[in-house]
């Protein structure tokens, strides 16, 4: 099958954040330093995997914003971040699939993503399948690529999905 002008779509949910207490609210949970550590040894793998994404979209709660810190290191990205609440794990994923056509229209090739679960799930399912209520949920701290057919539909097809124990696991083999 030949692809015209396919995007490539990358999904990365947050690394392991602090739990939810008293005095903290969930969009200020951090990244625990287990966290950081295993998001960091995922690193190589993910600049052997990955180029650098055209668009960066982030939620806006911390733990997510410092996972993509690690990401724009990682792979050296040139673009700013661009923070957007559809992104949060309560929103629907119809406005986060709205931001991806238009992106897809404006000729982006690549666009990144950075979230919570379930939202990033149920996304990745409606991606693969076409279909708003089939999740295909992530752990923390994975990664997923697709690629969609071509630049007139949005389902894709998955290129990988790893989670940050293999990635790290990966990592450490290629370092």
């Known amino acids: 099958m030949v692809r015209e002008d396919p995007m490539l779509i990358y999904l990365l949910r947050h690394g392991t954040a602090e739990d939810a207490g008293p005095g903290i609210r ?4 951090a990244l625990t330093d287990e966290g950081w550590k295993k998001l960091r040894r995922a690193v190589p793998t993910w600049k052997t995997l990955c180029t650098s994404p055209d668009v960066l979209l982030v939620s806006p709660f911390r733990r997510a914003q410092e996972t993509a810190s690690v990401f724009v290191e990682a792979l050296h990205c040139s673009k700013a ?3 957007e609440t559809c992104l949060t794990p309560e929103s629907g994923i119809q406005t986060a699939m709205s931001l991806i ?3 897809q229209h404006s000729g982006t090739k690549c666009v990144a993503l950075v979230g919570h679960e379930p939202h990033l799930g149920y996304l990745l399912g409606l991606l693969l399948t076409g279909h708003p209520r089939l999740p295909v949920p992530l752990k923390k ?3 997923v690529a ?6 007139a539909s949005l389902v894709a ?3 990988f999905a790893i989670s940050q124990g293999a ?6 083999g290629l370092a």
């Open 26 to 29: 969930d969009h200020e949970r």
């Open 81 to 83: 971040l661009r923070t």
């Open 101 to 103: 056509e238009a992106e």
């Open 141 to 143: 701290g994975m990664l």
């Open 146 to 151: 697709v690629e969609t057919e071509s630049t």
């Open 157 to 159: 097809y998955l290129r």
């Open 167 to 172: 990635a790290g696991e990966v990592g450490d």
